[in-house]
């Protein structure tokens, strides 16, 4: 049985975690965060989390994962069959990550954790790269219903584990509301939420965060 590595307020561990649960593969959570001592790099090279142990070893970051639950478990498809199209779903899901997600990243510490602020020039690309990423996502998805058409695909996974944190950023330290001037996307941030794979990662999360943020919050203030 796979053991999945990490914890549940994390974004990236509960995309690893939304797709076993949508593919319905058997896993067990090994609680772990990302740090620089002995035990955590011997699982991750880097120390960060998600990581995936499997009966041939360790796998690390999220892409690399998705990609290995996909190959090894195509039975429930998460992208699709045609190699243009499975193309077309991977660029979606990293735009979303290199041009919303990182950059809301860089605001993460003022605005979801409370602690210091945001230096301004790192303020700054976030503003400019959020613009970008939520236009690119615009002119790119189909919202038909989901994302990248009419299944349910990795590129939903980032969308969801993504624009909304995006969106907090935003209208915090920016006064924009851009995930509403994306047409389709409230709409499938809603439908997103309500899978009940999603209800279940939802859950978790909602106990786990206040523990994180207790965690990080006497880093984050220094």
Not at 86 to 106: D, F, G
Not at 188 to 194: A, D, K, Q
């Amino acid at each position: 049985m796979f053991k999945l590595y990490g914890f549940a307020a994390s974004n990236y561990f509960n995309m690893v975690k939304l797709a076993l649960l949508e593919k319905q593969i058997p896993f067990d959570v090994v609680s772990m965060h990302g740090c620089q001592n002995p035990e955590t790099l011997a699982v991750s090279a880097r120390g960060k989390v998600p990581v995936l142990e499997t009966e041939d070893g360790f796998i690390s970051e999220t892409d690399v994962i998705l990609r290995y639950l996909e190959d090894t478990h195509p039975q429930t498809p998460l992208l699709p069959a045609h190699p243009f199209a499975r193309a077309q779903v991977w660029t979606m899901a990293k735009e979303i990550e290199l041009y919303i997600e990182l950059p809301a990243r860089l605001c993460y510490v003022e605005v979801l954790f409370g602690g210091r602020a945001t230096p301004q020039a790192l303020k700054a690309k976030a503003l400019r790269d959020l613009i970008k990423g939520f236009a690119a996502l615009a002119r790119r998805g189909q919202f038909a219903p989901y994302v990248a058409g009419a299944e349910f695909t990795l590129a939903d996974i980032y969308f969801l584990y993504s624009v909304d944190l995006a969106q907090q950023v935003a209208e915090q330290l920016f006064g924009l509301n851009l995930l509403d001037e994306v047409a389709g996307a409230r709409d499938l941030l809603e439908r997103l939420n309500g899978r009940r794979c999603a209800q279940r990662v939802a859950a978790d999360r909602e106990v786990d965060f206040p523990i994180f943020l207790e965690r990080v919050r006497p880093v984050s203030v220094l």
